[in-house]
């Protein structure tokens, strides 16, 4: 007889940096896949850093398809292999000058996962050199590890892509692709990096030479520069001011008339740094694109996605599907029940029951959630004559002056000595 099984597709958090592409070996390597114990790739046997592991396929898709059908699109590079457009995270690798390293010590070189993509390498390095030690993205440290972590914290996949959410009616589909087409072509953008004292030509370049700037060349010579208006800028984030020779950055949605520290450019709900400088402008604020999300939609807090559907729940301070406000436990719904909050999370009152509710200092019972009881210090009674009663004469304590001793109950000083000596 042949046992029909039901297999069940599940989420595996995969290894970092498997399936990544050897820098060294190209096609002759599978795909990095470690070894089940030397810490090297089981295909090539190389290392983990000799892999192209800036991040993760499937991360810089998501990256890739959050910015197709925008202007953004030279961010991204169409694959030719399966038509799917992906992210290309600009790498770099330095040599660091001379002094930094020892004399007889090996050159050392630094590889930042992503840099601003901008022409001039030491202005990008600048920029990465102003963020916080702990967040700038260099392989091989918790600030690489703390882009990871945004990268999928701030654009969550399925905040922009239907098929990633779970089950939704063609009806939500279509208010999905609505919103989504609404943020890219209202908020969504890439942070530029550039001096200050740049500003200027690409506000020329934007506004076009106009006849009102005829006037200045007179002063021109004085200006000691290039004879440019020097404007003084400051921080839009922290209100400081904007070194002249130090990278700033701008934001086009925002306008040109702004700049940010590199390490100010954050999302004003999380105050995170912006993922990749990818940002989602809104009345003048800056936002990560799931506190964008958030600032237009109510977010399930069982599942993450944001509610496209009219009929949702409201509980606890969340939000929550109809179908997705479930015990924490054992998955019920809860819908119309009565629920307990156990550490944040909903659960069913025979699941409270079973594994949270306190237990009667007298009968050893948990206490129904919903039942009358009496708490003091770290003992509860069901507050019922034959639980809150005297441990010496039995007489009902409920609404009478009591002593608590050792989880015990008295009426009196007499009653105590009779049960503890
Ligand atoms: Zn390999
Ligand atoms: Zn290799
Ligand atoms: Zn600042
Ligand atoms: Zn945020
Ligand atoms: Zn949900
Ligand atoms: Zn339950
Ligand atoms: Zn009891
Ligand atoms: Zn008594």
């Not at 290309?88 to 601003?116: D, F, H, Q, R």
């Not at 020779?245 to 934001?251: L, M, R, T």
């Not at 925002?254 to 402008?281: N, Q």
């Not at 004559?385 to 009902?396: A, D, L």
Request: proline share 6%; hydrophobic share 30%; net charge neutral.
């Amino acid at each position: 007889m042949e046992i029909e099984k039901e297999v069940k597709k599940m989420a595996l958090g995969h290894e970092f940096g498997a399936g990544a592409a050897c820098l060294k070996c190209k096609d002759k390597c599978e795909g990095f896949e470690l070894h089940f114990w030397r810490k090297i790739c089981r295909n090539c046997k190389c290392g983990l850093t000799e892999h192209n592991v800036q991040m993760d396929t499937e991360e810089n898709k998501k990256v890739g398809k959050l910015f197709e059908d925008t202007k953004y699109t030279g961010l991204i590079a169409k694959l030719k292999k399966d038509g799917i457009p992906s992210y290309n995270a600009n790498m770099i690798t330095i040599t660091l000058p001379a002094p930094a390293v020892p004399k007889g010590a090996p050159m050392k070189s630094v590889t930042y996962e992503w840099a601003p993509p901008v022409a001039n390498k030491h202005l990008a390095v600048r920029y990465i050199e102003l963020l916080p030690p702990e967040k700038r993205p260099v392989a091989g440290t918790e600030g690489a590890v703390y882009r990871r972590q945004q990268m999928a914290r701030q654009l969550p996949e399925h905040d922009q892509d239907p098929s990633k959410c779970h089950e939704l009616s063609p009806a939500e589909v279509k208010k999905m692709q609505q919103f989504v087409r609404k943020y890219k072509e209202e908020a969504l953008g890439v942070g530029d990096v550039l001096l200050p004292e740049e500003m200027a030509l690409v506000q020329s370049a934007e506004f076009g030479p106009t006849g009102g700037a005829t006037g200045t060349t007179s002063t021109a010579g004085a200006m000691g520069g290039a004879g440019l208006p020097q404007q003084n800028y400051s921080c839009q984030h922290c209100g400081q001011p904007m070194r002249l020779g130090e990278p700033a950055v701008y934001a086009e949605r925002a306008g040109y008339d702004k700049l940010w520290h590199p390490a100010c450019f954050v999302c004003c709900t999380c105050k995170e740094l912006l993922v990749d400088m990818i940002y989602f402008w809104k009345k003048g604020k800056l936002y990560c694109g799931r506190h964008y999300g958030d600032s237009e939609k109510p977010r399930c807090a069982g599942c993450d996605e944001l509610i496209f559907c009219n009929e949702y729940t409201q509980a606890e301070g969340h939000n929550w599907h109809l179908k997705h406000f479930c015990c924490f436990d054992c998955d019920c719904i809860l819908a119309g029940e009565t629920y307990v909050m156990e550490n944040d999370k909903p659960v069913c009152t025979p699941c409270y029951m079973k594994s949270y509710a306190v237990k009667c200092s007298s009968c050893k019972n948990p206490v129904d959630p919903e039942a009358q009881r009496v708490s003091y210090g770290d003992h509860h009674w069901h507050a019922e004559p034959q639980c809150f009663q005297c441990s010496g004469c039995t007489k009902c304590l409920i609404g009478q002056r009591f002593m608590a001793v050792q989880g015990f109950l008295f009426c009196s000083v007499e009653c105590k000595k009779k049960v503890l000596p």
